[in-house]
DNA sequence: CGGTTAGATTGATGAACTTCGATATAGAAA
DNA sequence: TTTCTATATCGAAGTTCATCAATCTAACCG
């Protein structure tokens, strides 16, 4: 004989009626309050732009260069990737808010947003 | 006038020459360690499996769920999405070592892996 | 001015991903 | 056994993504 909290409303409306309480039951509305479809998106479009093997070696090179920053030539050799394909990752994680790029001369620097490790870090924990 | 710590080396190869070391030369190979490929990969991998909006709100209802588990059943409705995919997207979260997966009779209860969370968050500290 | 160089953008290609309907499996009940 | 139910798996369709070659842009230099 098998414990069940429930389940017996698959196809079935919103409201709860005090039979279906009754009965056998099902899929308590859950206790906790979950994030809602838009912070959803929110957040996974920043571990999309993590999601990229690449994308977290040019992180992780970036965060360890001497200064902080790095430019595209530092960053196109250990990966072994065309500088469009390089250019188009970097492009990536500054929309994602994770690097800040900053042109001096003809020369494009790119360093980690103070925070945004925390920041990203709190979007999981906050789930 | 611009300062630069270097850059010449875009289409050359590995070695250093002692030209290329004298020159206005190049891309201070980096202070600090970085991950490798192998890393990068394996990292890549645990984020790609949250790099989607609705395994990030499968993680969150589990998570806020009575008891800390919920089966499929309860899973599907909230997401508007049919029972094969919520499957499919909970294989993933449990391929990537972020859910449990525990069948009692013919229910199959989700939890969080303890622990997951923490060692996630690592990942992106240590980069 | 023209020439050179760093980096960004465009367009194309092939791979990976999300979703669904249909089907398969496994357990429980009759 | 047969039937029903919860979940998993399969196959296909449509979309997104990573990568590259070619091109464009912007800054420097002569």
Same mark, same amino acid.
Request: net charge negative; with cysteine.
């Given at each position: 004989m098998y414990v069940h909290n429930? @389940?017996?409303? &698959? *196809?079935?409306?919103l409201e709860l009626t005090p039979v279906d309480a009754a009965t056998?039951? @099902? @899929?308590?509305? &859950? *206790?906790q309050p979950t994030i809602d479809t838009y912070e959803a998106q929110l957040r996974a479009s920043v571990f999309k732009a993590l999601a990229d093997p690449n994308r977290l070696r040019l992180l992780s090179i970036v965060k360890g260069s001497e200064g902080g920053e790095a430019c595209v030539c530092d960053l196109t050799e250990p990966l072994s990737l065309g500088q469009p394909t390089v250019s188009h990752h970097l492009k990536i994680l500054v929309d994602a808010g994770l690097l800040h790029r900053e042109k001096r001369g003809t020369w494009a620097y790119y360093s980690l947003v103070p925070g945004a490790i925390e920041r990203t870090t709190g979007l999981l924990e906050s789930l």
């Open positions: 429930g @389940c017996m409303n &698959s *196809g079935r409306t056998d039951a @099902c @899929c308590e509305p &859950s *206790g």
